[in-house]
């Protein structure tokens, strides 16, 4: 895949995102991953077993999106290079998303300035796992933040750095990773040994990530606001609170993102009504706003050009 693939690629997003008609390879990922789910998870009968059957599972449908991707690849290839870079861009395209994630953070601020709380909820609840209908609108907006601050690694970040170190084949296999944990990786009693794999896998496909993305959003965080001061407090809130989380690496943009608003984020929140009390991140200088949806919109904008750069400039390294 070219350089001027890769920009391609990253435009597409930008400029048409996921229609709803487009066949995105995320869907059938899904649904193969559900089809597993039934023949295996049905079989297995306690908890090793379950164990055994998530990894089989995980480690099957992680292969399998990767060699369809990179077979169809090659035999595009074959047939004439311009065929092979064109089906390459249209993969590459489909593990990117920040036309989507910016369009739904977008619709919850929309919602927001209407002082439509209840559209607000909805809205909120279709990029966050927690439960929504009960919040505030300060608790609708740190959700918001949250998820652009976390998604901005697992569907930028992540996608564009796998892209560059082994092409649209292992940025597909990334993405298949992403959608297992969101599907299978909860702890609840259904997944907590079936989804074992599916999410520690995902934690170790998103460990450089998450860091990477930490550092983008501090740099982006003083071009948006065209302050050092930013940039320092950022950093600072992401050394210091970065490891605040349940998760091993959404801490770090999510800290990053917190100090670069000026916010507090995480705390307890509700899932599947159960109660979680989590770690605070960020210092509580001033209550939330529906602005900082906004601007962590734009903060994740910036930070997936400086990574387009950075995967630019590593893929021209290996060309020369």
Do not use: C
Not at 19 to 42: D, N, S, T, V
Not at 254 to 281: C, D, N, R, W
């Amino acid at each position: 895949m070219s350089l001027v693939g890769y920009i391609t690629a990253y435009l597409l997003d930008i400029a048409i995102g996921d229609p709803a008609w487009f066949p995105h390879p995320i869907k059938y990922i899904g649904k193969g991953i559900a089809f597993l789910e039934r023949i295996f998870l049905g079989t297995a009968a306690n908890p090793i077993q379950k164990r055994a059957a998530g990894i089989i599972v995980a480690l099957t449908v992680i292969s399998t999106t990767y060699f369809i991707a990179y077979f169809f690849i090659n035999a595009a290839y074959s047939v004439n290079n311009i065929f092979g870079e064109m089906l390459s861009i249209l993969i590459a395209y489909t593990t990117i998303s920040a036309n989507d994630l910016a369009k739904e953070a977008k619709g919850v601020f929309s919602a927001l300035k209407e002082d439509n709380l209840i559209d607000a909820r909805k809205r909120v609840s279709r990029i966050v796992g927690r439960d929504t209908e009960d919040l505030d609108e300060n608790g609708v907006v740190r959700a918001a933040v949250e998820s652009v601050a976390e998604n901005t690694s697992d569907g930028i970040i992540a996608p564009l750095f796998y892209l560059a170190i082994g092409g649209p084949a292992l940025a597909l296999a990334y993405k298949a990773v992403n959608t297992l944990d969101s599907m299978l990786g909860y702890k609840n009693e259904r997944y907590k040994d079936f989804g074992w794999a599916s999410a520690r896998l995902d934690d170790l496909a998103n460990y450089i990530p998450a860091r990477i993305t930490g550092i983008l959003i501090v740099i982006s965080s003083a071009i948006t606001f065209r302050s050092l001061f930013t940039l320092n407090h950022s950093l600072k809130t992401m050394l210091r609170d970065g490891r605040n989380h349940t998760s091993p690496n959404s801490g770090f943009p999510e800290a990053a993102m917190a100090g670069a608003l000026g916010v507090q984020l995480g705390g307890p929140s509700h899932y599947f009504g159960e109660l979680k009390i989590k770690p605070t991140i960020g210092e509580p200088k001033r209550q939330l706003i529906k602005e900082d949806i906004k601007n962590s919109v734009r903060i994740m904008y910036v930070a997936s050009l400086l990574a387009l750069l950075v995967v630019i400039l590593l893929r021209y390294g290996i060309e020369q």
